[in-house]
């Protein structure tokens, strides 16, 4: 039978990489939950409904990337594309709204139809958190210290914080005009996409990646100059709250963010160590999004990152390569079958000490297993033959030194215990 491979666009992700993986979630844990956040986890697919409206009909997600399919029971569900929706609703269907601020973070699969390239697959990961209930620019400094702390913390320090504003609802229909207007003047440069957006959602096309699209842009009039006062004020304080604490940010008129629920601050994080497509992390302010959803007029704001390109970085920087900064500590050498028996209950009893030992149960020829001991990190060796099980014994090899010692099999937990001063 052939072998089946997984479908285009996905990855399994191996040993000795899903320990790289579980440093990153360790790290996005440590981080969130120092600033105040809490874990929540949706499923992977939702109605529908849940992304249609909030994504916004016209954006790439919702015409061209979502996964979408008709359950057994006549429902539309999607694979969830982004996180930010679900978590709303979740939030919404469960109450919490009730006591603000709420802040959560996440971390998981989303899934988008795309051509897969570098760092950027149909099934991928991302992690993100959300702030509900304040409204002020002090939460948007923030969220965006947490994404760059968790970059530090991985050890990323090539990057790029752009940010921009897009105003609320009554700024966005003054520009809306002025863009419509200039965009109808020069109507036959745009892409075939973007002749198509300027009828249903124009602001997309400040989006677009096609070059005959930005060369049209780029004379084009940006946000900032319709801002009213008020979205000014929070801008110019997300400002000045970011040089106080020492976070270099450009500002960027053209950041628009591919989601039409965002609303006054959006930013981007980059870094140029991943080439063209540079993009790591994004997020915004969304204080119409809850209410849009059939909630309260709760104000929102929030990041989330792709944690594939943030491991592509993170590699160079030599990430931990396991979840605590432990590797394998003791290896259990058997070297026949009565002495593989022997040794279960021993190394039973070195595990609950909070000791990571192992064995090799093919029994192997002592250097092979010495060998593979060395090469997984592992201080000691645990060794036992016909000699050592005789005289109710074991030998403990030291790896790096090779100096070995006879201790009795009752007194191995203990006597690794001490060693490793655990």
């Known amino acids: 039978m052939k072998h089946i491979a997984a479908p285009r666009g996905t990855v399994d ?9 579980q ?22 697919f ?54 603000l601020p709420l802040k959560l973070y996440y971390r998981g699969p989303i899934f988008r139809y795309e051509r897969p390239q570098r760092g950027r697959f149909r099934q991928a990961h991302q992690w993100g958190v ?70 249903r959602n124009p602001l997309r096309i400040l989006d677009s990646k096609d ?20 979205c000014q004020e929070h801008f110019a304080t997300l400002r000045t709250l970011l040089e106080a604490m020492g976070i270099r940010a450009l500002h960027n008129p053209h950041i628009v963010r591919g ?50 390109r943030m491991l592509m970085l993170a590699r160079s920087s030599g990430l931990a390569r396991d979840r605590d900064g432990k590797s394998l500590q003791i290896a259990f050498v058997p070297l026949d079958e009565a002495s593989t028996r022997a040794l279960v209950p021993v ?11 192992d064995m090799d149960y093919t029994r192997r020829s002592i250097d092979k297993q010495l060998r593979t001991a060395g090469e997984s990190g592992a201080r000691y060796a645990v060794i036992v033959g016909e000699d050592e099980r005789r005289n109710g014994e074991a030998t403990i090899q030291n790896l790096a030194t090779r100096e070995r010692t006879r201790v009795e099999l009752g007194q191995v937990a203990s006597e690794l215990t001490r060693r490793l001063e655990v």
């Open 23 to 44: 440093a990153l979630e360790a790290i996005i844990d440590e981080v969130a939950t120092r600033f105040g956040y809490r874990e929540i986890r949706t499923p992977i």
């Open 347 to 357: 190394m039973h009893e070195v595990r609950q000490h909070g000791i990571a030992a």
């Open 259 to 308: 989601l039409d629920y965002y609303t006054r601050t959006v930013f981007e994080i980059s870094s140029s160590a991943l080439g063209a497509q540079n993009s790591v992390c994004g997020g915004g302010r969304y204080d119409d999004l809850v209410k849009s959803m059939g909630g309260p007029d709760v104000a929102g704001v929030g990041l989330a990152m792709g944690m594939d």
């Open 130 to 199: 959300e702030c509900f209930g304040a409204p002020g620019p002090e939460a948007d400094a923030e969220i965006i210290s947490l994404g760059l702390d968790v970059m530090k913390a991985i050890g990323i320090t090539d990057y790029r914080l752009e940010i921009n504003s897009l105003g609320c609802e009554a700024c966005r229909a003054r520009f809306r005009e002025a863009l419509i207007g200039y965009l109808n003047r020069n109507v036959a440069r745009l892409s075939e996409t973007s002749q198509d957006r300027l009828a």
């Open 46 to 99: 939702e109605s529908t409904e849940v992304f249609v409206k909030p994504i916004g009909e016209g954006t790439d997600i919702v015409d061209k990337e979502m996964y979408t399919f008709v359950d057994r029971g006549g429902r539309s569900i999607t694979l969830r594309p982004e996180l930010t929706a679900p978590v709303v609703r979740a939030a919404l269907e469960h109450n919490m709204l009730q006591h």
């Open 211 to 230: 070059p005959r699209d930005q060369d049209v842009m780029s004379g084009a009039p940006t946000m900032d100059a319709y801002l009213c006062a008020a």
């Open 13 to 21: 992700i191996l040993p000795p990489e899903t320990s790289e993986w």
